[in-house]
């Protein structure tokens, strides 16, 4: 064992340590064990976090009355301490220190990238077809095999790599395979996107068991509103799926895609209450995008409608007042993590044939795992064109190559030679961004205002791809 694996895997067992005490103790001794792991965290990563950071921590972890505080509490009490332990150091240690000063590591050295999360499609089966679904256009035939799946991971832990996501299809058509791989690479946290329809007692049990796989359940509103786009009946099976998870004491979310049609519905109290009581912890906002030749524009949000999902976020996700529930708006958020995250700058995206897609709502590839290791495939054209042009704005509120920037997608795609990855119906990337052009020109002067009035703590450089900064190249 190298020296480096020998540091890694002691300070892994200190933080392993600390987080026994934070779940076995509650009250003042959990207050002092939660402490000292933000001092530990504070040593780990304090050079590159501001440490403004460590300081609002150690003020919420201190006042118990305070609604994070409160939120941790709850989680700590109510969630299996297994789910707990290993979600913290496979996600926090692992993936959030370890894993990322490894993969800017491996960016000095290799010159591109190395991504913070993966996004895998274990398959492209699913049993739903739901209006606007991205994933559909895929056909439902494709598989990455087990061996597939095992190997990107292999590969990716080697780059430093350790946090997976699944979604597909229905990735829990795959489900004894999805617990192999969290088995075996029991270091990385696995998240699978589901429609919940598939979860049962004996999944739930395994889950309890391994540790280190969550999911996020797709609803869309009430019953009404959800089963108009999802079918009839679905509804009614994640709530269920809501309470066989709660039961078992798992830690689960929600993935939400608003639209013109319901983004007032997932984003009002009554349905927030419900997801609350149901056990939901967080709760994922994926903007509609007109993804595929059949796009339903017309759920495209108007620019009003869209700045209401702004300022409605952040309310409920205040510290003070709002709902003890974490919301993360995909497309409104981009001032936290320097604007778009795809194509390897913080995630990217495998199909189910094996594509490494900048983006699960890029369909366009110039690299395939089958034909090229994982870092080559990050090391493709597509990828590195993707890199030179990030951010593709300086506002953070338009921080899409597509939706809010298309003229940077169709340059990207043109310049590296990037072929669509579609294999029922392909789309060129004329015809999809023209779709978004309008929409762009629209939000444009409306999120231009926005931010204006609610600047950013940073402002996004040109050339900062890196979470570090600029790849030394």
Same mark, same amino acid.
């Not at 540091?7 to 892994?12: D, F, G, P």
């Not at 934070?22 to 207050?31: A, F, G, S």
């Not at 329809?197 to 049990?205: G, S």
């Not at 009003?304 to 999902?309: A, D, I, S, T």
């Given at each position: 064992?190298?020296?480096?694996?020998? #540091?890694?895997?002691?300070?892994?067992?200190?933080?392993?340590?600390?987080?026994?005490?934070?779940?076995?103790?509650?009250? #003042?001794?959990?207050?002092?064990? $939660?402490?000292?792991?933000?001092?530990?965290?504070?040593?780990?990563?304090?050079?590159?976090?501001?440490?403004?950071?460590?300081? !609002?921590?150690?003020?919420?972890?201190?006042?118990?009355?305070?609604?994070?505080?409160?939120?941790?509490?709850? $989680? $700590?009490?109510?969630?299996?301490?297994?789910?707990?332990?290993?979600?913290?150091?496979?996600?926090?240690?692992?993936?959030?220190?370890? &894993?990322?000063?490894?993969?800017?590591e491996m960016a000095k050295k290799y010159g591109v990238n190395i991504p913070w999360v993966m996004l895998l499609d274990p398959t492209s089966a699913c049993n739903m077809h739901c209006t606007g679904c991205w994933a559909a256009e895929y056909g439902h035939k494709l598989n990455l095999s087990y061996e597939d799946l095992d190997s990107i991971i292999t590969q990716g832990e080697k780059l430093g790599i350790y946090f997976y996501l699944f979604t597909g299809g229905e990735p829990l058509v795959r489900r004894d395979d999805l617990i192999r791989l969290a088995e075996k690479h029991n270091k990385c946290?696995? +998240?699978?996107?589901?429609?919940?329809?598939?979860?049962?007692?004996?999944?739930?049990?395994e889950m309890k068991r391994v540790g280190n796989f969550s999911l996020s359940l797709s609803v869309e509103g009430f019953e009404d509103v959800n089963d108009l786009r999802r079918g009839t009946g679905s509804f009614e099976k994640v709530m269920h799926a809501m309470d066989l998870l709660r039961e078992n004491k798992l830690l689960f979310g929600t993935s939400i895609c608003y639209t013109s049609k319901n983004y007032k519905t997932v984003t009002s109290d009554e349905?927030?209450?419900?997801?609350?009581?149901? &056990?939901?912890?967080?709760?994922?906002?994926?903007?509609?995008?007109?993804?595929?030749?059949?796009?339903?524009?017309?759920?495209? $949000?108007?620019?009003?409608?869209?700045?209401?999902?702004? +300022?409605r976020v952040r309310e409920v996700r205040a510290a003070k007042g709002g709902k003890p529930i974490f919301l993360i708006d995909f497309q409104n958020d981009g001032e936290y993590v320097s604007g778009c995250i795809a194509g390897g700058k913080y995630y990217c995206h495998i199909n189910p044939n094996g594509d490494?897609?900048?983006?699960?709502?890029?369909?366009?590839?110039?690299?395939?795992? +089958?034909?090229?290791?994982?870092?080559?495939?990050?090391?493709?054209?597509?990828?590195?064109?993707?890199?030179?042009?990030?951010?593709?704005?300086?506002?953070?509120?338009?921080?899409?190559?597509?939706?809010?920037?298309?003229?940077?997608?169709?340059?990207?795609?043109? #310049?590296? &030679?990037?072929?669509?990855?579609?294999?029922?119906?392909?789309?060129? !990337?004329?015809?999809?961004?023209?779709?978004?052009?309008?929409?762009?020109?629209?939000?444009?002067?409306?999120?231009?205002q926005l931010i204006e009035e609610h600047p950013p703590k940073k402002k996004i450089k040109k050339g900062h791809s890196s979470y570090y900064g600029p790849i030394e190249k």
């Open positions: 064992m190298s020296f480096e694996s020998f #540091k890694a895997n002691t300070t892994r067992a200190a933080v392993s340590k600390t987080l026994d005490g934070i779940i076995k103790y509650v009250n #003042k001794d959990r207050q002092a064990h $939660l402490t000292k792991l933000i001092d530990m965290s504070e040593k780990l990563i304090g050079y590159r976090v501001s440490p403004g950071v460590f300081s !609002a921590a150690r003020n919420f972890v201190n006042d118990p009355d305070c609604k994070w505080m409160q939120y941790t509490n709850k $989680l $700590l009490d109510e969630i299996d301490p297994n789910v707990v332990k290993m979600h913290a150091l496979n996600l926090g240690y692992q993936a959030g220190f370890y &894993g990322v000063s490894k993969t800017h946290a696995f +998240h699978a996107f589901t429609n919940g329809t598939l979860v049962d007692d004996a999944f739930c049990r349905f927030l209450d419900l997801l609350i009581e149901k &056990g939901v912890r967080y709760s994922w906002y994926f903007h509609y995008m007109p993804v595929g030749n059949e796009a339903a524009t017309e759920l495209l $949000l108007t620019p009003e409608q869209r700045v209401y999902m702004y +300022h490494v897609e900048p983006c699960v709502f890029i369909h366009y590839s110039g690299a395939n795992i +089958h034909d090229k290791t994982l870092l080559e495939c990050l090391q493709q054209p597509l990828f590195k064109a993707y890199q030179d042009a990030q951010p593709f704005n300086d506002n953070p509120l338009r921080p899409c190559p597509m939706l809010e920037n298309p003229e940077c997608l169709q340059e990207i795609v043109k #310049k590296s &030679g990037a072929v669509s990855t579609d294999l029922q119906s392909p789309e060129a !990337a004329d015809h999809l961004c023209g779709k978004c052009i309008n929409y762009a020109k629209d939000w444009a002067p409306v999120a231009d």
